[in-house]
């Protein structure tokens, strides 16, 4: 299928050169403005593949648990990503508001839905590939961009599913095509972690597969992570961040080393 143009791609061409400027040349309202000497958060607005899990939910993981383990240590991590929620029923909830109060200028918000976007049997988290859930991005897009802050929208992860040739198959429809177009026309950093996600699940396997996803004696889940998986994925996630120029070099780290399963850990309930 021919993708069709972004919605609003008509919006003036400065939004899109304005977002190519370093933040620093972005002035933000002086009320918005960072204390000294404090550094760069970087918030995630998502799903359940990247939210924080907790003892009753071991051991499933989310990415945004291992992101900080190739960060340096100067950045912050505020996962704000919750179960089931879709672009549009985070905002409906007051969500995006409370990330939104909390930004200042050189923060990141990365974005990731998809997954609940795609129930078209519940209104009220539902959006349509290449209209409502352009719109309701276009939300955290603009909403970061007033608050000085930097948005990075991220394609996402791919579920575990194969063809019975063991091919790696692509379960999110438009909504990765629809973002990246939306993307583009808002000159917005792209992590392509759907189109990543699907290649590594390809090379590793049907069987190898297992190994990543929330698979135990009771589940076999091929949606959520266990530790490793959400290790990797943050790999691709940080990576990302580095290829595309939203991180420096100086702000990654162990991008090719191992990290230990066993320091993922899963608090208590909130």
């Known amino acids: 299928m021919t993708a069709r143009p972004a919605h609003g791609v008509g919006r003036r061409r400065a939004v899109a050169a304005l977002a190519s400027l370093p933040l620093a040349a972005a002035a933000a309202p002086a009320a918005f403005a960072r204390p000294a000497g404090t550094t760069p958060t970087l918030y995630i607005a998502g799903d359940s593949t990247a939210a924080q899990k907790y003892t009753d939910a071991a051991p499933e993981t989310g990415w945004g ?12 991590v505020a996962n704000h990503a919750m179960n089931g929620r879709s672009s549009k029923s985070f905002v409906d909830e007051g969500r995006l508001a409370v990330i939104l109060q909390a930004l200042r200028p050189g923060d990141r918000l990365l974005v990731q839905f998809a997954h609940n976007d795609e129930k078209s049997a519940d209104p009220t988290r539902y959006t349509e590939p290449w209209s409502t859930y352009q719109d309701y991005l276009k939300q955290y897009v603009d909403g970061a961009r007033s608050r000085g802050a930097r948005p990075v929208l991220v394609t996402a992860v791919e579920r575990r599913k194969f063809d019975a040739d063991g ?22 950093p792209l992590l392509d972690v759907q189109a990543l996600s699907i ?3 390809h090379k590793l396997g049907v069987e190898a597969t297992k190994a990543y996803f929330n698979w135990t004696a009771t589940e076999q889940d091929n949606t959520h992570f266990n530790p490793p998986g ?4 943050a790999r691709l996630v940080a990576a990302e961040l580095l290829r595309r120029g939203v991180l420096a070099p100086r702000d990654v780290r162990r991008l090719d080393g191992a990290i230990p399963p066993s320091w993922i850990t899963w608090p208590e309930g909130p």
Do not use: C
């Not at 959400?230 to 994925?233: K, L, S, T, Y």
């Open 65 to 76: 648990m291992a992101l900080p383990f190739f960060l340096r240590a100067r950045l912050k």
């Open 199 to 201: 290649d590594l699940w």
């Open 167 to 188: 091919v790696a198959l692509p379960t999110h429809g438009e909504y990765p095509a629809a973002m990246r177009a939306l993307a583009e026309a808002e000159g917005v």
């Open 230 to 233: 959400a290790i990797e994925v």
